[in-house]
């Protein structure tokens, strides 16, 4: 999975200013930059918090008996590495602690472990202490392939965005990962962000200007919009969306990037001019971004919601990442199917 996924007239719609650090430039757009950093948003969070680190010495990674060889935090800054071994509740509260002191630590641990192993210390000694921590949950969704219902994490976005005060990121690919973590590091308090595990598909092809808040329109497309969030689901969407175009569909997509603060802006918009809404992400189709997103358009511009994601089940079927979203019903071909029998029928 090294292709890129989103075309120029996507890309020129994301924008192309430049992303904090990111190489190329001008015509290059990020091919240097994919070559360098690679496509694996776990490596990119890890490289973006190295970069940091070494240019403030609040910055601290805590850590949880994992690691990453290929970006060796520990060995190059070992005064700013903290391993507190497997203990996630444990891990979270010291860097709560950290926090507390003047420190800017990052957590890097499994969201699984992150959200529910240590929810209490997530909700109550960092966001309810308003603590500056920021929590990387590598494995999201299905992510984890092999590892099975054990080490996925589908449930994390419920819990997240009903936890008063936390930010949360769900970034579309290695790059944007890459931009958010260093948006994180300079956003005033708590804040939890999905990173995948394995190597998924590029979106960007050219350098833009990351905001927290505020989502990207990477295509335009009156008949059909649809709205996704995350690692390998936003490359989906495109993908469903280029099915559609075949077929003479207009489709829209539009990159959730933030989860909370959700952009109810871009997405009212999105309902107002399209026929229908479709969602797309790696979690539980019950309190994810459909949930978020149907609860905006009621309200506020009300329209058809087409909800694709995990369904509410342990997914103890297995396979390569790549895989598991047609293996679940909710890939490209699955949207692409459902759009079309909705259009068939109204």
């Known amino acids: 999975m090294t292709s890129l996924i989103?075309?120029?007239?996507?890309?020129?719609?994301?924008?192309?200013?430049?992303?904090?650090?990111a190489g190329g430039g001008g015509g290059g757009g990020l091919a240097a930059w994919y070559a360098e950093y690679g496509l694996n948003s776990r490596a990119t969070c890890r490289r973006a918090q190295l970069e940091l680190a070494r240019a403030d010495r609040r910055i601290l990674s805590v850590e949880n008996d994992l690691g990453l060889p290929e970006v060796p935090f520990d060995r190059e800054l070992p005064g700013q590495y903290l391993q507190v071994g497997i203990a996630e509740a444990n891990l979270l509260s010291v860097a709560a602690g950290l926090a507390m002191w003047g420190n800017l630590p990052f957590v890097n641990t499994f969201a699984v472990f992150a959200t529910m192993r240590a929810c209490e210390q997530l909700r109550l000694d960092i966001a309810y202490a308003g603590a500056n921590v920021k929590v990387m949950g590598y494995y999201t969704g299905l992510s984890g392939g092999h590892a099975g219902p054990t080490h996925s994490c589908i449930e994390d976005i419920a819990i997240t965005r009903a936890i008063p005060g936390l930010t949360v990121l769900s970034p579309a690919d290695a790059y944007e990962t890459y931009l958010a973590t260093k948006a994180a590091a300079s956003h005033p308090g708590p804040v939890y962000l999905r990173a995948s595990r394995a190597a998924t598909p590029a979106v960007y092809r050219d350098e833009y200007d990351f905001r927290i808040g505020r989502a990207v329109r990477l295509r335009d497309g009156a008949d059909v919009t649809i709205v996704a969030t995350g690692c390998l689901m936003v490359s989906e969407a495109l993908r469903a969306a280029d099915l559609l175009a075949a077929d003479g569909v207009e489709c829209g997509v539009l990159n959730v990037h933030t989860l909370k603060p959700l952009d109810t802006d871009a997405i009212v918009a999105a309902a107002r001019g399209s026929r229908l809404l479709v969602t797309c992400e790696d979690h539980n189709v019950i309190g994810g971004l459909g949930s978020a997103v149907a609860g905006v358009v009621s309200g506020q511009a009300p329209v058809p919601v087409l909800r694709y994601g995990v369904p509410d089940q342990y997914c103890g079927q297995t396979a390569e990442y790549e895989d598991m979203p047609a293996r679940y019903g909710f890939?490209?071909?699955?949207?692409?199917?459902?759009?079309?029998?909705?259009?068939?029928?109204?």
């Open 6 to 21: 989103a075309g120029p007239a996507a890309a020129r719609s994301a924008g192309t200013g430049r992303g904090p650090g």
């Open 331 to 346: 890939g490209a071909g699955d949207m692409y199917e459902g759009v079309r029998a909705w259009l068939a029928s109204h």
